[in-house]
């Protein structure tokens, strides 16, 4: 693990020099006693040299940059540097920093497998590379290296063929990562061309990136798999807006993937091929002139370059969580602790799942870069494609599927495929792509381990569920899931199941704790009486503490030493939208946000009467709300003194359009770095905007789940309209207008008091008939499904009836007879609908006669009256029912419901 670790880093690293030598550090530029300066020393030994000059000099920083964070990075010298050079000179040939800088001008072993792998994740040909590499950097062009900022890849998301590229039209912010930063702006609002300004804007982040690197505990740095977690978060942060290729622009080379993504997917690709080797205990020597083969033009029809091409070296090893919303929905009719079992057994398949990849990482000795995606249950690591790995692999799905049947009964799973994959699969070709079939074959893998699930032909039961199942009922049935053998007393003295109560703690320790841990064996209370907020279950043989900030808690350094502690998560919502996701340690997207009262004294207020004796509510400042709570917190108080509108809650689910096909034909140039890249920004529209979204805007919404591509929200009813509309537009902004980028969602509005899982059936039958739209991009709303261009002008046709109800003060009787005049215009069946607009003109007539009756002169009322009904006519008739049809109803409920009292 350890040697697996410091080939991750450095090859995570080959890039450093990108982001050192666009800041324009200060100290490569500082002469020694000969006059020389450490960038031309480094050039000579690390640059590529083409028409008598030395390009890709960043290569030369890679070094510089690493020998200045020497002192904030694990040991990168010493005695045991396997399976680098033993010696403590860092310029030894074979050191982590050489083996790091000279990707663009390999030697040794070690070198070329991490050139090997920075090609590869690029899906460079071997002819396309060549040319790559003699590209200078362009530094008198306006736009060159340092001034250009990253291109959307999203913007560029086209699922059919044909067409020429074109540049896009947005770029993002060179910033750290924030909720404001992942959105992308104009390019000419990014791109100014001023060299100058352009190496301050690099130097700045370099700069906080080195502050952010110290904020890393030092006692973490002797654990390797633990300190490269953190420092992966790091990287994320500063480097995610960084175009990784720069050189070459205007011919293949598109600015459109990170340093981030391009140097993660390097580090997975070169652990996996290093091991590979080593495992089989291949001769290094041998390796290295099969390697230098497969790029040397010269020898492109060898045997060596041939079988560095087309050998299976990797193994491609997907996760997927099934049965999401049976785990979360699934359970009794009891109502008991909704809200903190909601939030918990949200928060519980993402937990599932990063241990599951964890314990896949662990049985292979892979470092936490080798696992390149996870998001909403579904992860992809990259190990050797070794008969050894492929063994461990079945242990783990065996005690992953003994942990799911003990546990859940078979309702839920995590399955694990894998497929093996040569070099060659890996190129993104140019007549036709290899690994855009290679994605197309990882899809059809993972659905095929779907449907073999739990091996069920061959498998048995776990002896703990097969063993005296029938005598562990003693204290009855979990009164939460209705199924299992009660284990355990919640604190008013319920009996549920070690699951639950996990599953209700962790819903309660959610709205406290700032950071999670897992470790191997529990954590000790350090005084007596000390209780620690730990769940009972190990969750396949690891346990999970909840804690608070670092200035609370400690860095639990002792822990990080001894190499109990595997993983600490940071899962802190920012303090601002432009704040760094960054507190020094590894972080998680998590949505942790919850509605809370703002007030010590909200919930005692006339809006909650009756509320306050709640059995999942507890009193206290700053309490998480229930959903009784928020099923009220959209009523207002009426002219009268009394409270006005609907009690209900509104439940919002939805998902991305056509997500499988954007990735497997939606990429013009598909390569591992780009599907990374993909899988992260997808993700993190739900992951890192919508928190900070909820929280600042809209902070009654429960978030259920969200992130991958989907969404399930549950909040006061009319906010929750307005928030579906709000996700709508922000991630048109979010894919920079990409017309073939959209989601789908279902609105259902239900009472409070509805057990939770007939809210997810609600809201997954509204999705379900959205999705019916032809191009779907649809939104369905009280039964009615819509395009969300129709649904933004039903909402304003909704103002505009409410401006005009307090007007014309428009009685409740008339607005709701404008329902069946919808459902009369919409039916074009029956001859007698066609009638509809006269039944309006009546209806209308009859009540503006019958207000304006009194009103003094005889014509001056009928003028009036004319130009009222006038009025209606065109905005209810004209631009509601006859524009809308039934869809009008969508405008008409959600006024009227604001209504009642």
Request: with cysteine; aromatic share 10%.
């Given at each position: 693990?350890?040697?697996?670790?410091?080939?991750?880093?450095?090859?995570l690293l080959?890039?450093?020099?990108?982001?050192?030598?666009?800041?324009?550090?200060?100290?490569?530029?500082?002469?020694?006693?000969?006059?020389?300066t450490?960038?031309a020393?480094?050039?000579?030994?690390?640059?590529p040299?083409?028409?008598?000059?030395?390009?890709?000099?960043?290569?030369?920083?890679?070094?510089?940059?690493?020998?200045?964070?020497?002192?904030?990075?694990?040991?990168?010298?010493?005695?045991?540097m396997?399976?680098?050079?033993?010696?403590?000179?860092?310029?030894?040939?074979?050191?982590?920093?050489?083996?790091?800088?000279?990707h663009?001008?390999?030697?040794t072993?070690?070198q070329?497998?991490?050139?090997?792998?920075?090609?590869?994740?690029?899906g460079?040909?071997?002819?396309?590379?060549?040319?790559?590499?003699?590209?200078?950097?362009?530094?008198?062009?306006?736009?060159?290296h340092?001034?250009?900022?990253?291109?959307?890849?999203?913007?560029?998301?086209?699922?059919?063929?044909?067409?020429?590229?074109?540049?896009?039209?947005?770029?993002?912010p060179?910033?750290?990562?924030?909720?404001?930063a992942?959105?992308?702006?104009?390019?000419?609002?990014?791109?100014?061309?001023?060299k100058?300004?352009?190496?301050?804007?690099?130097?700045?982040?370099?700069?906080?990136?080195?502050?952010?690197?110290?904020?890393?505990?030092?006692s973490?740095?002797?654990?390797?798999?633990?300190w490269?977690?953190?420092?992966?978060?790091?990287w994320?942060?500063?480097?995610?807006?960084?175009?990784?290729?720069?050189?070459?622009?205007?011919?293949?080379?598109?600015?459109?993937?990170?340093?981030?993504?391009?140097?993660?997917?390097?580090?997975?690709?070169?652990?996996?091929?290093?091991?590979?080797?080593?495992?089989?205990?291949?001769?290094?020597?041998?390796?290295?002139?099969?390697?230098?083969?497969?790029?040397?033009r010269?020898?492109?029809?060898?045997?060596?370059?041939?079988?560095?091409?087309?050998?299976?070296?990797?193994l491609?090893?997907?996760?997927?969580?099934?049965?999401?919303?049976?785990?979360?929905?699934?359970?009794?009719?009891?109502q008991?602790?909704v809200?903190?079992?909601?939030?918990g057994?949200?928060?519980y398949?993402?937990?599932?799942?990063?241990?599951?990849?964890?314990?896949?990482?662990?049985?292979?000795d892979?470092?936490?870069?080798?696992?390149?995606?996870?998001?909403?249950?579904?992860?992809?690591?990259?190990?050797?494609?070794?008969?050894?790995?492929?063994?461990?692999?079945?242990?783990?799905?065996?005690?992953?599927?003994?942990?799911?049947i003990?546990?859940?009964?078979?309702?839920?799973?995590?399955?694990?495929?894998?497929?093996?994959?040569?070099?060659?699969?890996?190129?993104?070709?140019?007549?036709?792509?290899?690994?855009?079939e290679?994605?197309?074959?990882?899809?059809?893998?993972?659905?095929?381990?779907?449907?073999?699930?739990?091996?069920?032909?061959g498998?048995?039961?776990?002896?703990?569920?097969?063993?005296?199942?029938l005598?562990r009922?003693?204290?009855?049935?979990?009164k939460?899931?209705?199924?299992?053998p009660a284990?355990?007393?919640?604190?008013?003295?319920?009996?549920?199941?070690?699951?639950?109560?996990?599953?209700?703690?962790?819903?309660?320790?959610?709205?406290?704790?700032?950071?999670?841990l897992?470790?191997?064996?529990?954590?000790?209370?350090?005084?007596?009486?000390?209780?620690l907020?730990?769940?009972?279950?190990?969750?396949?043989?690891?346990h999970?503490?909840?804690?608070?900030?670092?200035?609370?808690?400690?860095?639990?350094?002792?822990e990080?030493?001894?190499?109990?502690?595997?993983?600490?998560?940071?899962?802190?919502?920012?303090?601002?939208a432009?704040?760094?996701?960054?507190?020094?340690?590894?972080?998680?997207?998590?949505?942790?946000?919850l509605?809370?009262?703002?007030?010590?004294?909200?919930?005692?207020?006339?809006?909650?009467?009756?509320?306050d004796?709640?059995?999942?509510?507890?009193p206290?400042?700053?309490?998480?709300?229930?959903?009784?709570?928020?099923?009220?917190d959209?009523?207002?108080?009426?002219e009268t003194?009394?409270?006005?509108?609907?009690?209900?809650?509104?439940?919002?689910?939805?998902?991305?359009?056509?997500l499988?096909?954007?990735?497997?034909?939606?990429?013009?140039?598909p390569?591992?770095?780009?599907?990374?890249?993909?899988?992260?920004?997808?993700?993190?529209?739900?992951?890192?905007?919508?928190?900070?979204?909820?929280?600042?805007?809209?902070?009654?919404?429960?978030?259920?789940?969200?992130?991958?591509?989907?969404?399930?929200?549950?909040?006061?009813?009319?906010?929750?309209?307005?928030?579906?509309?709000?996700?709508?537009?922000?991630f048109?902004?979010?894919?920079?207008?990409?017309?073939?980028?959209?989601?789908?969602?279902?609105?259902?509005?239900s009472?409070?008091?509805?057990?939770?899982?007939?809210?997810?059936?609600?809201?997954?039958?509204?999705?379900?008939?959205?999705?019916?739209?032809?191009?779907?991009?649809?939104?369905?709303?009280?039964?009615?499904?819509?395009?969300?261009?129709?649904?933004?002008d039903?909402m304003?046709?909704?103002?505009?009836?409410?401006?005009?109800?307090?007007?014309?003060?428009?009685s409740?009787?008339?607005?709701?007879?404008?329902?069946?005049?919808?459902?009369?215009?919409?039916?074009?069946?029956?001859?007698?609908?066609?009638?509809?607009h006269?039944?309006?003109?009546?209806?209308?007539?009859?009540?503006?006669?019958?207000?304006?009756?009194?009103?003094?002169?005889?014509?001056?009322?009928?003028?009036?009256?004319?130009?009222?009904?006038?009025?209606?006519?065109?905005?209810?008739?004209?631009?509601?029912?006859?524009?809308?049809?039934?869809?009008?109803?969508?405008a008409?409920?959600?006024?009227?419901?604001?209504?009642r009292?």
């Open positions: 693990m350890a040697a697996s670790c410091r080939v991750a880093l450095a090859a080959h890039d450093l020099g990108k982001f050192a030598e666009r800041a324009r550090i200060p100290e490569a530029l500082a002469k020694d006693a000969d006059g020389n450490r960038q020393i480094e050039e000579l030994l690390a640059c040299e083409s028409n008598g000059r030395r390009t890709h000099i960043h290569a030369a920083y890679t070094a510089i940059a690493m020998d200045l964070l020497e002192a904030w990075l694990p040991e990168l010298t010493g005695e045991d396997t399976p680098f050079a033993p010696w403590r000179d860092k310029n030894a040939d074979d050191s982590i920093i050489n083996a790091a800088a000279r663009h001008r390999p030697e072993f070690l070329w497998i991490i050139a090997t792998a920075d090609r590869l994740a690029s460079f040909e071997r002819e396309e590379f060549v040319a790559y590499n003699q590209a200078p950097d362009e530094e008198d062009k306006k736009l060159n340092y001034t250009t900022r990253q291109w959307t890849l999203l913007e560029g998301i086209h699922l059919e063929a044909g067409g020429e590229e074109t540049t896009p039209a947005y770029r993002y060179l910033k750290p990562l924030s909720p404001e992942i959105f992308p702006a104009p390019a000419k609002v990014g791109e100014t061309g001023d100058a300004a352009a190496q301050a804007d690099y130097l700045e982040l370099w700069q906080q990136y080195q502050a952010g690197l110290q904020a890393i505990p030092a973490h740095r002797a654990n390797l798999p633990l490269l977690d953190h420092f992966d978060s790091l994320l942060a500063f480097t995610h807006a960084i175009p990784s290729a720069t050189a070459g622009i205007g011919g293949r080379v598109r600015p459109d993937v990170s340093l981030y993504d391009h140097s993660r997917t390097t580090a997975a690709l070169a652990v996996a091929l290093w091991r590979f080797h080593a495992d089989q205990g291949h001769d290094p020597e041998m390796v290295r002139e099969s390697l230098r083969a497969q790029w040397d010269e020898r492109a029809g060898h045997d060596a370059a041939r079988q560095a091409w087309e050998t299976e070296k990797f491609l090893v997907q996760g997927d969580f099934t049965g999401i919303q049976e785990f979360i929905f699934s359970g009794g009719e009891s008991r602790q809200a903190r079992l909601l939030r057994r949200s928060f398949v993402s937990l599932l799942s990063e241990l599951a990849a964890l314990k896949v990482l662990e049985a292979l892979l470092p936490p870069l080798s696992q390149v995606v996870n998001a909403a249950g579904k992860f992809l690591v990259v190990a050797p494609n070794t008969p050894e790995a492929v063994a461990k692999l079945c242990d783990v799905q065996d005690e992953l599927n003994r942990w799911f003990e546990h859940t009964y078979g309702q839920s799973a995590i399955n694990l495929a894998w497929l093996p994959a040569a070099a060659k699969d890996f190129r993104h070709g140019i007549a036709e792509s290899p690994f855009r290679l994605i197309k074959r990882l899809f059809e893998q993972l659905e095929a381990a779907k449907l073999r699930r739990f091996d069920l032909c498998a048995t039961p776990p002896e703990a569920v097969r063993r005296g199942f005598d009922f003693e204290h009855g049935e979990c939460i899931d209705g199924r299992s284990a355990c007393q919640l604190e008013d003295g319920v009996w549920v199941s070690e699951l639950a109560w996990d599953q209700v703690h962790t819903g309660k320790w959610l709205a406290h704790q700032d950071r999670l897992i470790t191997r064996q529990r954590i000790q209370p350090l005084a007596e009486g000390q209780t907020n730990q769940l009972r279950l190990p969750i396949f043989g690891y999970v503490l909840f804690t608070g900030a670092e200035e609370v808690s400690g860095k639990f350094g002792g990080a030493k001894s190499g109990n502690l595997l993983r600490a998560w940071d899962f802190s919502l920012p303090e601002s432009d704040a760094p996701l960054w507190n020094g340690y590894a972080r998680r997207a998590i949505n942790a946000f509605p809370r009262f703002a007030e010590p004294d909200a919930w005692e207020s006339d809006r909650y009467r009756g509320l004796d709640l059995d999942d509510f507890e206290h400042p700053l309490t998480p709300k229930t959903l009784n709570h928020l099923a009220r959209d009523r207002r108080l009426g003194g009394r409270w006005v509108g609907v009690e209900a809650l509104m439940t919002l689910k939805g998902d991305i359009d056509n499988g096909l954007i990735f497997q034909k939606g990429l013009e140039r390569t591992f770095a780009r599907m990374a890249a993909l899988s992260r920004q997808v993700n993190a529209f739900f992951t890192i905007w919508l928190p900070w979204l909820c929280r600042k805007e809209f902070p009654n919404t429960y978030t259920v789940f969200a992130g991958g591509d989907d969404f399930f929200l549950i909040g006061p009813w009319r906010s929750t309209i307005r928030l579906a509309q709000r996700m709508h537009k922000d048109a902004r979010y894919v920079a207008g990409n017309p073939e980028l959209h989601f789908s969602a279902g609105l259902s509005m009472k409070p008091g509805l057990p939770i899982r007939h809210l997810a059936q609600q809201a997954e039958a509204a999705l379900e008939d959205a999705k019916k739209l032809p191009g779907k991009n649809a939104v369905t709303c009280f039964g009615q499904s819509v395009s969300w261009s129709t649904f933004t039903l304003a046709r909704e103002e505009a009836l409410e401006q005009l109800s307090r007007e014309l003060k428009l409740a009787g008339y607005l709701y007879g404008l329902l069946h005049l919808t459902d009369m215009a919409a039916d074009q069946t029956r001859p007698e609908n066609a009638l509809w006269s039944r309006f003109a009546y209806r209308t007539r009859r009540m503006l006669e019958a207000r304006i009756r009194n009103e003094g002169d005889r014509d001056a009322a009928e003028r009036k009256r004319r130009q009222l009904q006038q009025q209606l006519a065109v905005e209810i008739a004209s631009q509601g029912i006859e524009r809308h049809r039934a869809a009008y109803k969508i008409l409920f959600t006024y009227l419901y604001q209504q009292d």
